[in-house]
């Protein structure tokens, strides 16, 4: 993988966002004749990789993501990775959390409370934007994908769709990964990888749960018989399944991690699917 020195672009756009008790970082930059933002942070630099890590396992799986680019850039005297997101909000975006407001199911106080699953789903169900089991489907598979990667923090805010000429609707990419693959984790703890292999190992480990709850998930396979959540799985499981092998490929060619690293993440991710699959077993 070729890495990209950033720091030889011009920058502009620059906003500081201070959360969980670090400062991320965020700058515009014309790369390739199309806006880029490059994401980085100085306390949990393993957000770079998972946002890479994860946006290229949601497109190799053949799901479409936001395009991701793996770089450094110099910052004071240090060398620090950087990803670089494309930017595809030409159309007018709108985040599912937009679309909430916009039909009045939630109040604006509200909205930034977390969630429950079947809330999520009543909410997809009952807009009519967009077609909705088309965007159920897509709800739902990315919602195994992210146990797959162990991505917390589907968020409204972290998906989406397109509304064209006030009309057309399309479903957007899939967005924001980096808290998956444990990036704050990693970055805080360097004990972290040798204690999560020793989970795997032993046979005490299960993805950790998400944004919605992995439990309401199983409730809805389980009691609901929901079907197309039951297909989402399947879905995701096979495509696991016939394309490891990139995704494999995919981490041993980036040259900014080690290969320690590089063996946890496989390792996890092995962990993840075998986890996804035995639930394919009992439910489906």
């Known amino acids: 993988m070729d890495v990209v020195d950033f720091s030889k672009f011009r920058k502009f756009n620059r906003h500081v966002k201070y959360t969980n008790y670090e400062f991320k970082f965020f700058e515009d930059i014309m790369y390739d004749n199309c806006i880029w933002k490059l994401k980085y942070s100085l306390v949990f630099p393993y957000e770079c990789y998972s946002e890479y890590i994860g946006s290229h396992i949601f497109d190799i799986l053949g799901m479409q993501s936001q395009e991701t680019i793996l770089g450094t850039c110099q910052y004071g005297d240090k060398n620090i990775p ?14 599912f959390i937009d679309l909430v407001e916009m039909i009045g199911n939630q109040s604006k106080e509200k909205k930034n409370l977390c969630q429950p699953f079947e809330d999520t789903v009543f909410l997809i169900k009952s807009q009519t934007m967009v077609d909705s089991e088309v965007f159920l489907k ?17 968020i409204w805010k972290n998906f989406g769709f397109f509304i064209k000429d006030n009309e057309h609707t399309a479903i957007a990419p899939v967005f924001d990964n980096g808290d998956c693959l444990y990036s704050v984790e990693l970055s805080n703890d360097i004990h972290f990888i040798y204690n999560i292999l020793s989970k795997i190992q032993s046979n005490n480990y299960s993805p950790r749960s998400d944004f919605y709850g ?7 396979l389980n009691f609901l018989q929901d079907d197309l959540l039951k297909e ?15 995704i494999e490929n995919m981490i041993e060619d980036i040259s900014l991690i080690s ?26």
């Open 138 to 154: 897509y709800f739902y598979k990315i919602i195994f994908v992210d146990l797959y990667i162990d991505n917390p923090d589907r």
């Open 82 to 95: 950087v990803v670089a997101c494309k930017d595809f909000t030409a159309d007018k975006f709108l985040k």
């Open 259 to 284: 290969e320690r690293e590089k063996e946890f993440y496989k390792i996890l991710l092995t962990a993840n699917h075998k986890f996804l699959s035995s639930l394919r077993k009992e439910y489906c």
């Open 232 to 246: 989402a799985l399947c879905w995701v499981v096979d495509a696991v399944n016939e394309r490891k092998h990139l």
């Open 214 to 220: 992995t439990e309401k998930i199983l409730y809805r």
